[in-house]
């Protein structure tokens, strides 16, 4: 099963509201990732954990906070959004995430269309 | 940091037709995918190619890490091939341990027509 599932698969939300993305794997893996997409880019990297652990910020606004739970669970609460803000947000996770020469696919989940107004 | 560069970047084809997507990356990579999103923005992992020659049905792939490019053949083309083919390359993060950071290119958007 390489199967990453994210809920809402929609959202829409004002500028004062308080919102978090869910991302859920039972593939084992032990980092997983929040990405933001605009429209007609690629992907952009915002967190990772490794072993539940924070370990790369790609100076995301305060706005956005990452939490994981446990080894199988990624949140993303969202507070105080801007419009500028909507956006597609992909979740991924890989086996370890750390490198020393290994080699990881990262398998990403559907993604929530965010939408701030 | 690593730059990351795919060509062309819009492609329409006729069903039927072959096509060569190409990647080219700045520095040395521990790992490159390619990948297909779907118009409803799944990304569907195609190829982990870190070096060599892989296929995969009408699909296959070809990276030359000494190079520093991959190429996607597409043959046959169908129009659920359709959406936007990303290379990404993966790229080691030093920060007290190593994690591993994917860095996506500018994409191919690819419509294959009826």
């Known amino acids: 099963d390489t199967e990453v599932t994210q809920t809402p698969k929609h959202l829409v939300m004002g500028m004062t509201n308080k919102k978090s993305l869910k991302c859920e794997q039972h593939?084992?893996?032990?980092?997983m990732y929040w990405y933001k997409q605009k429209a007609k880019k690629p992907p952009e990297l915002m967190f990772v954990?490794?072993?539940?652990?924070?370990?790369i910020n790609e100076s995301v606004p305060s706005r956005f906070s990452p939490e994981c739970p446990n080894s199988s669970l990624l949140n993303l609460h969202l507070h105080a959004l801007q419009p500028e803000d909507s956006a597609l947000y992909l979740c991924?996770?890989?086996?370890?995430?750390?490198?020393?020469?290994?080699?990881?696919?990262?398998?990403f989940g559907p993604g929530t269309r965010l939408l701030v107004l | 940091g690593i730059q990351v560069e795919q060509s062309p970047p819009d492609l329409i084809l006729q069903e039927g037709a072959n096509s060569t997507l190409r990647c080219n990356f700045s520095?040395?990579?521990?790992?490159l995918q390619w990948f297909h999103q779907n118009p409803w923005g799944q990304l569907i992992n195609l190829f982990y190619?870190?070096?060599g020659t892989k296929q995969n049905g009408r699909l296959s792939a070809t990276t030359v890490a000494t190079e520093r490019y991959s190429l996607l053949y597409i043959s046959s083309s169908q129009t659920t091939d359709s959406g936007v083919y990303f290379c990404?390359?993966?790229?080691?993060?030093?920060?007290?341990?190593?994690?591993?950071?994917?860095?996506f290119g500018t994409g191919t958007l690819l419509a294959v027509q009826p």
């Open positions: 991924a996770s890989s086996q370890e995430g750390s490198s020393g020469g290994t080699r990881e696919t990262q398998y």
């Open positions: 593939m084992g893996h032990r980092a």
């Open positions: 954990y490794s072993y539940e652990k924070l370990s």
């Open positions: 520095d040395s990579v521990n790992n």
């Open positions: 190619i870190p070096s």
């Open positions: 990404a390359v993966e790229a080691v993060w030093w920060d007290g341990g190593a994690t591993n950071k994917l860095i």
